[in-house]
């Protein structure tokens, strides 16, 4: 199983990035994804997850209202569209594929991770 998430980069305060994460090796349609970060010198934190087909979802509450986290089964793929970025944001953000077809948000839930991918706002 590979997971490839890219689209991170240098944001502004206020601004928008679209993260993706390209899935291959598995039957991507039948579990479910999430989000994760981890900031410099802190801990990986949950911050999205959705189930297999997409109509459920759960967030951390401190990106509730500003990210919302989609997937597209046919193209193997799932996305973190995050508006309304703030400094706080700052990470290294990884996706991953859990165990089950169900929401997860331990990261316990989760048995293959991607690489990760830089997302830093500026103030």
């Known amino acids: 199983v590979q997971l490839q998430a890219s689209g991170g980069g240098l944001v502004q305060a206020g601004g928008s990035l679209r993260l993706s994460c390209a899935a291959s090796?598995?039957?991507?349609?039948?579990?479910?994804k999430g989000w994760f970060r981890q900031a410099p010198g802190k801990e990986r934190e949950f911050v999205a997850t959705i189930n297999w087909s997409g109509e459920n979802t759960d967030y951390a509450d401190s990106v509730k209202g500003r990210f919302t986290i989609s997937r597209d089964n046919a193209k193997n793929t799932v996305y973190l569209q995050m508006n309304s970025l703030k400094p706080e944001d700052t990470a290294v953000y990884y996706c991953?594929?859990?165990?089950?077809?169900?929401?997860?948000?331990?990261?316990?839930?989760?048995?293959?991770w991607g690489q990760g991918t830089l997302v830093t706002v500026s103030s």
């Open positions: 991953a594929t859990a165990r089950l077809s169900t929401v997860v948000v331990g990261m316990h839930g989760y048995d293959y």
């Open positions: 090796g598995r039957t991507f349609w039948r579990y479910a």
